[in-house]
């Protein structure tokens, strides 16, 4: 299918009589200098996150707002799932790996895992990327907005997998 999309990109290029190659070369270069643009924003947010996984203020957090979220229904295991997955994909996956693997994907807490990556974003990831590609330096009610439609994402997977699964 890409290949196809390829090649009618490139045969409508031909069609209307467009240098596709120069094209090209100018939109390479184009991203190259968006990706020099957010290359600062990208590198401070993963360092910050390296530095709270590392410092073990997750696992802090974890314990210390654990048993709280316990009393609301949601499983101690997607607890450390719903502080990071505003900022890391990655270690958001690899949380969720670690719930499949200790739970089972078929569990409440893999279930609500799964719901919970599908309808919630990176936040801080998302900011950081096309807030540093505009370069917004005021970024105003933006992450509180976010984070406020991530905890309804997370409220959400919860509910949703309750009602339609059980606990």
Do not use: H
């Amino acid at each position: 299918m890409m290949a196809a999309l390829i090649a009618a990109i490139i045969a409508y290029g031909v069609y209307k009589r467009t240098p596709v190659f120069d094209e090209f070369l100018a939109g390479a270069a184009q991203g190259l200098r968006t990706i020099a643009k957010i290359l600062p924003s990208l590198l401070g947010l993963l360092f910050a996150i390296e530095i709270f996984k590392a410092s073990g203020a997750l696992d802090l957090l974890t314990f210390a707002i654990g048993p709280l979220l316990s009393r609301l229904g949601v499983p101690k295991e997607v607890v450390p799932l719903a502080l990071l997955r505003p900022v890391s994909g990655s270690g958001s996956l690899a949380i969720v790996a670690d719930i499949f693997k200790d739970a089972g994907p078929d569990s409440f807490a893999g279930r609500c895992a799964s719901v919970m990556m599908g309808s919630t974003e990176t936040t801080f990831y998302t900011i950081a990327v096309y807030f540093g590609a505009a370069r917004i330096k005021k970024i105003a009610y933006t992450p509180i907005a976010a984070l406020f439609g991530d905890l309804l994402g997370f409220a959400a997977s919860i509910i949703i997998v309750t009602l339609f699964f059980g606990k």
